[in-house]
């Protein structure tokens, strides 16, 4: 395998307080002596990464993480490449990421590609894909990338992003796109009941809207699921208290 | 040499350095495509008095498309990067943009700025007629992420790629048919275009990939830079030097231009197979004796099998 596997072994109390640590445009640059000793708070003390993680695997532009505890802040900021996490992702999954594709096979909390704390914007680059559900308020302030649910999402995806697209393969709780500007919102199940602040703007052939199909055959690229026998999209303009540049579209079949 | 009974001369065709650039079109469905390649590539013959030069490369199907719709690839060639950048943005705003479900990709996306290649815009500029009701979309691909601009159109939307790869070139491969009569040397003419119809990396930008009227550089009228091939014109054999064996009533040239030097080598070999026949008294190519271009593709070296002239 190209870059390393990272195996969760720690018995280590406190865990770790996020999993920003988990880049790998910084980790999988380093030969394995150096991956062991990066060093990684755990509370208030700093150990290496070996110490919470069997590592296996040589340089390379994979990091592969398995058995973690859902930490928050997987990937922030990373910007470049590939970040596969086989298990849950806790909340702020790729905060300002900015690019590479980061893989969750499980679910992920709240706010996927939204803003990290000490940044403004959201995910600026990159892509993200999770296999599962995902929380509240994904893409929250995103302001490009692509974001590929596969299952459930919480309430309001899309909150005041300015670009960038969102796939939701099954359920949205709530409000999508709610006080977007811009950027894309795509919905492969069932939207909810939708409120004032978007305007529908009719129903279209894929054909009328080649670069939503574009964006479909890249998100079944990621994420083998997302069907691609799409008859009708349905599209919605908003936030109209905003831009309105934004879309919400459903997919029909 | 004969090949069977025709004559290949001792000639080289004399090729010269241009830049390319290819388009992915496509359309909901191939008819559409098809209108919106010969719209594209239309008036783009020679870069005598044409933009550039412009064909159909060949067909795509769905699975070969960014966005999954039937498709066909076009390339367009001039003398520099800076005349293609001209061209290019002027017939996909008047022959694409206007044509019913098409979209416009970048054929060469992987290609940055060196000595050897060069990007333009494209979709930047088109972008401008949607008003401000224009977007853009980002999409991670093989080659990198690549954007492209959402126009409004009464249809839709008009998709087209921010910008487009360029490289350099070759334009001027050619062979002449020398045949017995009209007929049977426009069928042979016919014979050898369709055989290297879909080869990769190559066009023939000619009406039907066959010129009648090849020309010469220079003429006795000042204003004119090139003129008739008055050594190969069968009218005037008995006025003029010609070039012409005896009994030939016609000839036909086929123009190749390709990416490579290869891609132009193998098509003439294959075009000049496919159009020997029985009427087909001699083959030869048209040159300037060497001081044009600086590809000289010896017909006889193709035809023994090398590669390259």
Known sequence: MNGYTLTWKSTHSPSPGDGAFLRPDILTGLVPNQLSQYPVRVGRHTVGLGQLFDITGKPGDTLHVKAMPPLPMIGREMASGTLVIEGNAGDDLGASMKGGLIAVIGHARHRVGGPSPTQN????????????????????RMRRGLIVIGGDCGHAPGYQMGAGTIVV??????????SMRRGTILALGKLPELHAHLADAGLFDPSALPAISMTLRRANHLLQTIPDSVTKLQ??????????????IQCLY | MHIHNTLIDDQFAEAFRMWACRLIVTA??????????????????????????????????????????????LLFFAFNAKALAKAIPNRVGQCLMTCPTASVYDGLPGVVKSDDSDRFDLGKKIRYFGDGYQKSKRVESPTGPRRYWRVPVMDGEFVVEESVGCVKAIGGGNYLLCGRDQKT??????????????????????????????SKVGSRYKALFASTNHFYCPTLRRVVPTLLQQDVGCVYEIVINGLTENAIAGAMRD???????????????????????????????????????
């Open chain 1, 121 to 140: 914007r959201g995910m600026t680059g990159g892509e993200i894909v999770i296999h599962g559900n995902a929380g509240d308020h994904a893409g929250t």
């Open chain 1, 169 to 178: 393969g099954q359920q949205i709780a709530s409000d999508p796109g709610l």
């Open chain 1, 235 to 248: 599209l919605f303009t908003g936030d109209r208290f905003e831009l309105s540049r934004g879309e919400v």
């Open chain 2, 28 to 73: 909901i469905d191939e008819h559409w495509a098809q209108v919106a390649a010969r719209e594209a590539t239309g008036y783009g013959s020679s870069v005598i008095g044409c933009d550039a030069e412009a064909g159909l490369e060949r067909t795509l199907t769905p699975d070969e498309t960014p966005d999954g719709r039937p498709g066909v690839s």
């Open chain 2, 185 to 214: 040397t426009l069928d042979a003419a016919r014979r050898g275009v369709e055989a290297i119809a879909h080869t990769p990396n190559i066009i023939t930008p000619f009406p039907g990939g066959v010129v009648r009227s090849g």
């Open chain 2, 271 to 309: 075009g000049i197979l496919a159009s020997i026949g029985p009427d087909i008294i001699a083959v030869s190519a048209g040159n300037y004796g060497g001081k044009l271009g600086k590809f000289h593709f010896k017909l006889r070296t193709i035809l023994g099998g090398d590669a390259t002239a």
